[in-house]
């Protein structure tokens, strides 16, 4: 097991094991008793980042548990020390508030909901490279954050599916959205276009939605974008796999619910309901979810890695999240 500096490789029994040996996600936690001062942890990142950065494009997710990060302006000096550029939340679509920093809210729509597994932004052409999630109040029950391997996901599909994994490589994905004029908290994706583009005027949305490949049109009570199409799945460029990377499961679940997001081939041929049943299905199979502990701060490779949420059982339970380039 890898040991580093202050960094320790412990198991948990909800990891996952694969047949080259890789377990998913890796669980970091101290070595040593001289984790007190925060100064520690930040300067122990700032000396190990190679290494820290090989694990993650190796693993595709680092939990770091029992570094005494206590609040959300710790948490911000350890996204900090990573030296990553932020990403603007400039057309992310989930509720979210500024709390210090670099750090926001996690999706604020109602947390005894599902959310499916998507990459982040990856609706957009600018998405992040890296997330970070804090818990910053450990959950009495349920309200995990799952994750689960892109590329394992894109071998088990392209088995069942060959043809429509061909197509998805060939064609891409087009999104369609259905914005409001107001917030909405009570779904996941309940941006207004207001606080997706973070202005009140309609040419500057504009403007910026076309830096992300997206085109608005606007309708009566909102606007519709529609962007791509998009690639759906991605060339990992450290290892050569390819990864499922795309939102497809949630435009899926949203159409069924008769909600405003769709998506389709990027040549117009819509999505089949029985590749995405096998996808939800593998999905389930394959992700890791493990409980939340006060402090606990996961780090994740956007491109390789996705992740979800788990309807909270028994509250309370705030997890924040802040979003690299």
């Known amino acids: 097991m890898a040991t580093r500096g202050i960094f320790q490789e412990v ?3 909800e990891q996952k094991c694969y047949e080259n040996g890789l377990v998913f996600p890796m669980v970091l936690s101290p070595n040593t008793n001289n984790t007190s001062n925060l100064n520690v942890f930040e300067e122990a990142i700032k000396a190990e980042k190679p290494w820290l950065e090989s694990l993650l494009n190796e693993r595709g997710a680092l939990l770091f548990r029992g570094f005494n990060v206590k609040s959300p302006s710790d948490f911000n000096d350890v996204v900090e020390a990573f030296g990553f550029a932020e990403l603007p939340y400039i057309g992310g679509r989930a ?4 709390v210090v920093g670099r750090v926001f809210t996690a ?3 109602p947390p005894d909901k599902t959310i ?4 982040e932004m990856a609706y957009t052409s600018n998405y992040p490279s890296k997330l970070f999630f804090f818990c910053d109040e450990e959950p009495g029950s349920g309200g995990e954050t799952p994750i689960l391997l892109g590329p394992v996901l894109y071998d088990k599909m392209k088995a069942k599916h060959p043809k429509f994994v061909s197509q998805l490589e060939q064609h891409g994905v087009t999104y369609t959205h259905t914005i409001s004029n107001e917030d909405n908290t009570s779904i996941g994706n309940g941006s207004s276009w207001h606080s997706t583009y973070m202005t009140n005027d309609k040419k500057v949305a504009e403007e910026r939605a076309t830096k992300q490949g997206s085109k608005l049109e606007w309708v009566e009570n909102g606007v519709k974008v529609i962007t791509g199409p998009l690639p759906a799945i991605k060339l990992q460029e450290k290892s050569q796999r390819k990864s499922w990377f795309n939102s497809l499961t949630v435009c899926y679940i949203s159409q069924k619910n008769a909600k405003f997001y769709d998506s389709m081939l990027g040549n117009g041929e819509s999505v089949p309901d029985d590749a995405m049943e096998d996808c939800l299905r593998i999905m389930e199979e394959e992700c890791v979810a493990i409980p ?4 606990d701060v996961l780090l994740i490779d956007n491109l390789m890695v996705m992740h979800g949420r788990k309807p909270l059982i ?3 339970r705030r997890v924040l999240a802040a979003l690299c380039k």
């Open 95 to 98: 509720p979210r508030t500024n």
């Open 116 to 119: 499916q597994f998507h990459n």
């Open 292 to 295: 939340w502990k006060e402090g």
């Open 11 to 13: 198991n948990l029994p």
């Open 107 to 109: 999706n604020e729509s």
């Open 314 to 316: 028994k509250p309370p």
